[in-house]
Nanobody
Framework: EVHLVESGGGLVQAGGSLTLSCAGS????????IAWFRQAPGKEREFVAT???????YYADSVKGRFTISRDNAKKTGNLQMNNLKPEDTAVYYC????????????????????WGQGTQVIVSS
């Protein structure tokens, strides 16, 4: 069974940092694109960052320069390092995965992903 579990959320002051982790199981992790999305109250789920199976990365403009996505295929984990957090980063953060060929594009839409974690809450206080 394909499974993703997020961890690392919490409460942090503006300007602080958090690292989210996503543990995958039940699928060939190294062949999958991994992404992070977030959903704030009353808003739609939005793309944050993705890392291709090749290791290349792509970010939403709102987090570029502050967030870093990475992966460790041996440990079957994906991480999202979040620095200089802002109150507007407050949301439930979701990890997502999908299989991807080597020449696949960056997948940035919610509909591109069929496997999701349960989410982890991030609250940034001002």
């Amino acid at each position: 069974e394909v499974h993703l579990v997020e961890s690392g959320g919490g409460l942090v002051q503006a300007g602080g940092s958090l690292t989210l982790s996503c543990a995958g199981s039940g699928f060939p992790f190294e062949d999958y694109a991994i992404a992070w999305f977030r959903q704030a109250p009353g808003k739609e789920r939005e793309f944050v960052a993705t890392i291709h199976r090749t290791g290349s990365t792509y970010y939403a403009d709102s987090v570029k320069g502050r967030f870093t996505i990475s992966r460790d295929n041996a440990k079957k984990t994906g991480n999202l390092q979040m620095n200089n957090l802002k109150p507007e980063d407050t949301a439930v953060y979701y990890c997502a995965a999908r299989d991807a060929i080597l020449t696949a594009p960056y997948y940035t839409s919610v509909d591109d992903y069929s496997t999701w974690g349960q989410g982890t809450q991030v609250i940034v206080s001002s």
